[in-house]
């Protein structure tokens, strides 16, 4: 069983910047942020292949957010920047080590293991 916990959030004004981390246990294939805004359905953010290096991102924070995984550390990172008010949400990290059971970056079935969430607030 893997464990992942996230770290980093918190509140900034719109145009700001926030680091998210996620410390995975064990042996990981894919690890992805996703996030829940109020009222809102689980979306996915971004994804990484943790041993390849692919990323991808939705679209509404590609060229705003970066996702990155160090191995060593066994730890990925999400750098938030220009946020914006409708990126407040509970930030959650995920993450597989199956090779088998992928339904895609997006699908909330392709993760296995989950974190609690950290909360990032952004004031207009």
């Known amino acids: 069983q893997v464990q992942v916990v996230e770290s980093g959030g918190g509140s900034v004004q719109a145009g700001g910047s926030l680091s998210l981390s996620c410390l995975a246990s064990g042996y990981t294939l894919w690890m992805a942020w996703f996030r829940r805004g109020p009222g809102d359905e689980r979306e996915a953010v971004a994804a990484i292949a943790t041993k390849e290096g692919s990323t991808f991102y939705a679209d509404s924070v590609k060229g705003r957010f970066t996702i990155s995984h160090d191995n060593a550390k066994n730890t990925m990172y999400l750098q938030m920047s220009n946020l914006k008010p409708e990126d407040t949400a509970l930030y959650y990290c995920?993450?597989?080590?199956?090779?088998?059971?992928?339904?895609?970056?997006?699908?909330?079935?392709?993760?296995?293991?989950w974190g609690q969430g950290t909360q990032v607030t952004v004031s207009s």
């Open positions: 995920a993450a597989t080590g199956r090779s088998g059971g992928f339904y895609g970056w997006r699908h909330v079935d392709t993760y296995n293991y």
